[in-house]
């Protein structure tokens, strides 16, 4: 064997002990969330600049929960951002995390929903994935289910890029969106049904828009702190 083709051997033969082979590979780690201890409050303390009926949305010791299923939201509009927040469940909660949404007095149709559920009750572990949570609701559904137990706190991040939307549960990175991909109102991509309810394209929506959480659904409360935005590509 000549000496340069015999260099070369050797070296491939190290290279193949120290690379794992493709079942070894390790798993990507786990996605983090952003440092926003220094970002703005998505609302004021004291909610003087939200937009939700009188009474229904209070906050304390830096809390914020609701006593009716009706929605609080942004003063503005905005696109291309990253909102960080914190969550706790109740048993059997169901509430959400709205955004783009361009007309707040009928949201549903018009607005994307990051679903927020109890996935450990008897209802909503049995429930649709497209409606558990850390989905994009009733469009697409989580890889896998990352919400801790009521009582816990969890930590969400949404990224809200144009059409492109990621969220992170819990240090995990769950959803990824192409809203563009999304160009019947009736059914998803992979052919399973959207609800009636929501009969826009995603692919139509605008992204740019107000953010808005959803208050007690279903008869079971929710509960948010440090909910702060990021505006503008990091």
């Keep these: ?40 409050g998505l609302f004021k303390d004291d909610l003087s600049d939200a ?18 299923d009706q929605a609080i939201w942004s003063a503005q509009e905005y696109e291309n951002f990253t ?13 959400g995390v709205i955004i783009y949404a361009s007309d707040i007095n009928d949201w549903i149709p018009n607005a994307v929903e990051i679903q927020i559920a109890d996935d450990h009750s008897e209802q909503w572990s049995k429930a649709e994935k497209t409606w558990q949570c850390a989905a994009v609701f ?4 989580p890889t ?16 809200a890029m144009g059409q492109k939307l990621t969220v992170v549960l819990n240090g995990e990175t769950v959803t990824r969106m192409d809203m563009a991909l999304w160009t019947d109102g009736k059914k998803n991509p ?5 609800p009636a309810w929501m009969p826009r394209p995603f692919a139509t929506l605008a992204t740019k828009g107000r953010i808005g959480l959803q208050g007690k659904h279903a008869g ?5 702190r440090n909910v702060r935005i990021h505006a503008g590509k990091k």
């Design 83 to 95: 909102l960080d927040l914190e969550f706790k469940t109740a048993d059997g909660t169901n509430s």
């Design 144 to 159: 896998k289910s990352a919400v801790k137990k009521p009582g816990e706190w969890n930590r969400m991040t949404i990224h």
């Design 51 to 68: 937009t939700f009926p009188k009474g229904v949305w209070t906050v304390t010791d830096g809390v914020l929960t609701a006593s009716e």
């Design 1 to 40: 064997m000549k000496p340069l083709l015999r260099l070369f051997c050797a070296a491939a033969t190290a290279a193949s002990l120290i690379a794992p082979s493709s079942a070894e590979t390790p798993a990507p780690a786990a996605a983090a969330h952003p440092d926003s201890a220094a970002w703005p």
């Design 138 to 141: 009733g469009h697409l559904a």
């Design 190 to 194: 992979d052919g399973s049904a959207i």
């Design 220 to 224: 079971a409360p929710i509960f948010f």
